[in-house]
């Protein structure tokens, strides 16, 4: 039997959110592939593109761009890098230096939906990607586990 104590409850609310980390990653998966066969290519100006380190003893940081296109005579703005985050300051660098504030860079864009673009669409330009998200889904889910096992009466 189980006792309903607190690390029983955390335990029942972290296996879904496990799960919810794990499907995020795959649909993100997804969607970058489909945009690196289906979207097409446009010129961007580069508004802004800066780095922000989150603590000085951490390799966390993020990368901040914003860029503006045009497609048959309507100004689009964006600011996605890709459907996966850089979040190491060696990924943002690299990235940054790829796109430089005040440059014309290549982006890519959903036909369907102009709107809709990115800078990287190459899965292949995030190698860990592939598996970080669905590792920590299967941390997380295991640690839930690991609390409601642990609370049996």
């Not at 230096?97 to 102009?114: K, L």
């Not at 669409?121 to 295991?142: M, N």
Request: hydrophobic share 45%; proline share 5%.
């Amino acid at each position: 039997m189980f006792d309903f104590t607190l690390p029983f409850i955390v335990g029942l609310l972290i296996v879904p959110c496990g799960l919810i980390v794990i499907i995020s990653s795959i649909v993100d998966l997804h969607k970058m592939k489909l945009a690196s066969e289906t979207w097409l290519q446009t010129k961007a100006k580069m508004v802004k593109s800066h780095l922000v380190k989150y603590r000085a003893t951490s390799n966390d940081c993020s990368l901040f761009v914003e860029y503006h296109y045009s497609l048959k005579g309507v100004e689009y703005v964006s600011k996605r890098i890709s459907f996966i985050e850089p979040n190491t300051k060696a990924l943002c660098e690299e990235i940054q230096s790829r796109f430089p504030e005040g440059e014309t860079v290549d982006v890519f864009y959903d036909p369907e939906n102009p709107k809709n673009s990115a800078l990287i669409v190459d899965l292949s330009e995030f190698p860990k990607a592939k598996t970080h998200g669905v590792t920590l889904g299967i941390i997380v889910i295991g640690v839930g586990i690991l609390l409601i096992f642990l609370n049996r009466g």
